[in-house]
């Protein structure tokens, strides 16, 4: 059984910074590309960042220049440094990743989502 767990989530102020982590826990092949998505209240999911096994990297426009994405391969895990947060940076994180199972077998996974709030 596969699970991704995410942890920093939290309350900041406008201007501050958080580190959102997520580990990949079970017994696995090998992780392929990983992404952070957000949903706001009332809005859809959206892209914010993601990290190909390679290490190439895509921002959403709104937060280039702000946030980073990085993975570390020997821990399964993804993070999202963001800096300059917005109270429209306000959502659930949710953590993604293409996973391979097998040598074969390939499945999309998500975390819990972990709950980002900017005040202004």
């Known amino acids: 059984q596969v699970d991704l767990a995410e942890s920093g989530g939290g309350l900041v102020q406008a201007g501050g910074s958080l580190r959102l982590s997520c580990v990949v826990n079970g017994n696995i092949f090998r992780i392929n590309d990983m992404r952070w998505y957000r949903q706001a209240p009332g809005k859809q999911r959206e892209l914010v960042a993601g990290?190909?096994?390679?290490?190439?990297?895509n921002y959403a426009d709104s937060v280039k220049g702000r946030f980073t994405i990085s993975r570390d391969n020997a821990k399964n895990t993804v993070y999202v440094q963001m800096h300059s947060l917005k109270p429209e940076d306000t959502a659930v994180y949710y953590c993604?990743?293409?996973?391979?199972?097998?040598?074969?077998?390939?499945?999309?996974?998500w975390g819990q989502g972990t709950q980002v709030t900017v005040s202004a």
């Open positions: 993604n990743a293409d996973i391979k199972i097998t040598i074969l077998r390939q499945n999309s996974y």
């Open positions: 990290i190909t096994g390679a290490g190439n990297t």
